[in-house]
Structures are given as structure tokens and as C-alpha cells.
């Protein structure tokens, strides 16, 4: 069975806090993701990564960063939260580049801003 | 970059009618596509994909999607719903040469009434 761990289920944090979430996967894949998914708006893509300390821009990269150090682990930071960064983020990881393999996600962290 | 359309955002079904969530996406080059599943505080689960072959595709608890490449779509289709089918079904595209992204729709609420 393909698993991807979330570090959290739920998580609550203050404005201007540092907040990590962590990813892990095991299945060797290249490909890493997160996204943040709202109601009415489906997931929109934070950042991914395809090989350790490469990371590529998602379509709302502002106010986070991620951090590859090992192929297994993909982590996402809020550097200052804010209010609007309460939301569901997903991890999720795929196969190669231009490969068949479908995205396996993690079952979400649900964060909250306050 | 691809653009993935679900119309319907809410499509309530009485429980053993027929039901299809419609998507379209809107590359013509060659792709692959997939259709997800999320149950409440979960993460996304595959359903199904087309991947090459027979344009219609099926999983293990009775959906099937027929991928059309004319009308660039891949509507989800189940002849009778059961009570548990009640879930958010989201469909994704990925492109076949160079894609390392996902992109996804915005998610169809399928809620089926007793």
C-alpha cells in the first residue's frame, strides 16, 4: 500500500507564528506537491519538487516556502502565518516527469490561523 | 499550462438513480486524466485514469469514464448511486510528454438523497 504520511491531522497556530508541515512518502517517487484546497476553488498547487533540493513555484507560492533535504521528505513552511493561510493542505507525490503514474496524497492537514 | 473545468459544483441524485459529473479540459496535446475521490477529512483517493487504449475506463465500485479526445472531456459516469458514493470527485489532467504538474478541477459535491 502506497503511503503518505502528514505530520498532523489538525493544527492550530497564532498569527506570526513559524508553522512546519511535513510530508513523507515511500515510495522512492521523484515528484513531491503541496496544495492548500478551499471551498469552492478545488487545490490550488503551493510548490513541488522533482529531485532533493530542487523546488519549483506552484500557482500561490506567496507567504510559503519548502524544504527537500531527503528524497522521502517534502516540507512546507509558513514563514509568518496569517489568518488567510487557514485552509486543508495536502501532500502528494508522483512518478517521474512525462510518466503514467497517477498523484497518492496524504489524508491533509487541517490548519488553523488565529 | 492546461485549464480543467468541472460546470457542476453540486450535483444532489436520489439514491439508485444514474448520475455524470462532467469535466473538460483544454489541451489538445496528449494526456493523461484521472478522476479523484475525497470523503469527508480525507485526502484524495484515484478512482480512475485513462492512460492509452480503450477511451472507456472503469473502476471496482461501478463508475466508469469514457475519455473523448474531439471534445477534449472525461465525464464520470455511475447508472445507479449508493448512499456512500456521497463525496467530493474532483478530475485532474496530466500532460503525457512533459508534464511534471497536475492540474485539477475545481471539484464536484455529489450528494446522494435517500
Known amino acids: 500500500d502506497v503511503k503518505v504520511t502528514q505530520s498532523s491531522r489538525y493544527l492550530v497556530k497564532r498569527t506570526g507564528e513559524k508553522v512546519f508541515l511535513e510530508c513523507v512518502q515511500d515510495m522512492d517517487h521523484e515528484n513531491m506537491f503541496w496544495y492548500r484546497q478551499d471551498p469552492g476553488l478545488g487545490l490550488r498547487l503551493i510548490y513541488f519538487s522533482y529531485d532533493v533540493k530542487m523546488k519549483e513555484k506552484g500557482d500561490i507560492p506567496e507567504g510559503y516556502s519548502v524544504s527537500r533535504e531527503k528524497k522521502e521528505r517534502f516540507s512546507l513552511i509558513l514563514e509568518s502565518a496569517s489568518t488567510n493561510q487557514t485552509s486543508m493542505y495536502l501532500c502528494a507525490h508522483s512518478g517521474a516527469q512525462g510518466g503514467n503514474q497517477p498523484q497518492h496524497f496524504g489524508d491533509g492537514t487541517r490548519l488553523s490561523i488565529l | 499550462a492546461q485549464s480543467v473545468t468541472q460546470l457542476d459544483s453540486q450535483v444532489p441524485v436520489f439514491e439508485e438513480a444514474p448520475v455524470e459529473l462532467r469535466c473538460n479540459y483544454s489541451s489538445s496535446v496528449s494526456v493523461y486524466l484521472f478522476w479523484y475521490v475525497q470523503y469527508p477529512n480525507q485526502g484524495l483517493q484515484l478512482l480512475l485514469k485513462?492512460?492509452?487504449?480503450?477511451?472507456l475506463v472503469e473502476s471496482i465500485n461501478g463508475f466508469e469514464a469514457e475519455f473523448n479526445k474531439s471534445q477534449t472531456s472525461f465525464h464520470l459516469r455511475k447508472p445507479s448511486v449508493h448512499i456512500s458514493d456521497t463525496a467530493e470527485y474532483f478530475c485532474?489532467?496530466?500532460?503525457?510528454?512533459?508534464?511534471?504538474?497536475?492540474?485539477f478541477g475545481t471539484g464536484t459535491s455529489l450528494t446522494v438523497i435517500p
Open positions: 485532474a489532467v496530466r500532460e503525457s510528454n512533459t508534464g511534471n504538474q497536475f492540474y
Open positions: 485513462y492512460l492509452s487504449g480503450s477511451t
